[in-house]
């Protein structure tokens, strides 16, 4: 069982990224999937979740109009669309799975996590 992210990197303020998560292992449509991010000297913080089938989603307030998470099932793959990039977001972006197919924005209900993508926003 493992997650794999990507697509982190070094961007402007305004700018846009596209964060990734492949997942290896087990029934990926099972699951309900999560991003998290933890900026140094930070606690982890809750930035997006989607259900099962991509129906339900949810955002941290910090990240609701700016941000989109969805899913791919057919390619076991999760994306979080960042959009208005400010330096506030500066942070390692984790995706997490849930082996439940309900989303929840509590980082302890969820089983998985993969290895993080450094995003840093420049002023």
């Known amino acids: 069982v493992q997650l794999q992210a990507s697509g982190g990197g070094l961007v402007q303020a305004g700018g846009s990224l596209r964060l990734s998560c492949a997942a290896s292992g087990g029934t990926f449509s099972n699951y309900a999937m999560g991003w998290f991010r933890q900026a140094p000297g930070e606690e982890r913080e809750f930035v997006a979740a989607i259900s099962w089938s991509g129906g339900t989603t949810a955002y941290g307030d910090s990240v609701k109009g700016r941000f989109t998470i969805s899913r791919d099932n057919a390619k076991n793959t999760v994306y979080l669309q960042m959009n208005s990039l400010k330096p506030e977001d500066t942070a390692v972006y984790y995706c997490?799975?849930?082996?439940?197919?309900?989303?929840?924005?509590?980082?302890?209900?969820?089983?998985?996590w993969g290895q993080g993508t450094q995003v840093t926003v420049s002023s």
């Open positions: 997490a799975r849930r082996f439940r197919k309900i989303l929840s924005s509590w980082s302890r209900e969820y089983d998985d």
